[in-house]
């Protein structure tokens, strides 16, 4: 069972994530254990406070050592040794497919998310907290991004796809982006389904798809052509493709 383990001050944005889809299916199935801490839980004053005014002034509010390293600290219990402990953060390491093929292959996953201004420092040094952005932009929060990386990593686990769900995708795909999907009807609105994928020729059908998925990564996205070594065929296809699109 991989454990996964979320401080957060709103347990409403995270626990829907184990409910629904494939991180629901997960859970249920006893591959994925999600748990939740509120820093509220771990104060001591009668206000239940959690965060305070920043030293050195400034807007917005910081959120305080105690209750979240005691929030942490409640979940490192149930978290195997070795688990990976990460703070969403909009100045951290870019959240990738190589990163959540790490955080798979850990024993376990911890997740910081926090609101306001943030947190304070000591929490994440004493706590020695890797910082994981999920892009260039400030969020209300951490959680949503806490959200991305459970999903994410949760579909890498072994049995969380099944053969259905894994859409028997070739491996050598993966690091493509994904190449056009249809399903019924077979023509709507004057736009009919390309004719290749009505047939049951298996090997046409894979090619149209390779094809189409390296055309479109070399479209929008080039760079990840540029990390990948492609085969004979692949470059082949891709020539055809650039080739129909007038770029040869
Ligand atoms: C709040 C704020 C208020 C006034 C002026 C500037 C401000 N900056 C912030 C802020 O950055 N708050 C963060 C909210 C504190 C840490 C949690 N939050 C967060 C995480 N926002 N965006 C992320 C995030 C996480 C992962 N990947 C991208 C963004």
């Known amino acids: ?65 105690e209750p979240m390293c005691g929030a942490i600290g409640a979940l490192r219990t149930c978290l195997p040794k070795d688990s990976r402990a990460l703070v969403l953060s909009a100045r951290g390491r870019s959240f990738n497919g190589a990163l959540a093929r790490e955080l798979a292959a850990a024993p376990g996953l911890l997740l910081v998310a926090g609101r306001y201004e943030g947190l304070d420092e000591r929490i994440i040094e004493a706590e020695a907290l890797e910082e994981v952005s999920i892009g260039d932009y400030v969020l209300s929060g951490g959680e949503l991004a806490a959200a991305v990386v459970i999903d994410a990593v949760a579909r890498l686990l072994p049995g969380v796809l099944g053969h259905e769900e894994s859409g028997e995708r070739d491996s050598h795909m993966d690091g493509l982006l994904g190449y056009p999907q249809y399903t019924r009807p077979e023509v709507v609105d004057g736009m009919a389904v390309p004719e290749v994928l ?20 070399w479209r929008k996205r080039p760079d990840l052509l540029e990390a990948r070594v492609l085969s004979d065929e692949e470059r082949e296809l891709l020539a055809e493709y650039r080739l129909e699109a007038g770029s040869a």
Do not use: N, Q
Request: net charge positive; with cysteine; proline share 5%.
């Open 1 to 65: 069972m991989y454990r996964i383990g979320v401080v957060s001050l709103f347990a409403e944005l995270i626990d829907p994530v184990a409910r629904h889809g494939v991180v629901g299916r997960a859970c249920e199935r006893g591959l994925v254990e999600l748990r939740h801490e509120s820093p509220r839980a771990f104060t001591t004053d009668r206000h239940r406070t959690v965060d305070d005014r920043p030293y050195g002034g400034g807007p917005g509010m910081v959120l305080s050592y």
């Open 198 to 217: 009505l047939g049951g020729d298996h090997d046409r059908i894979r090619r149209w798809r390779l094809k189409h998925a390296l055309g479109r990564t």
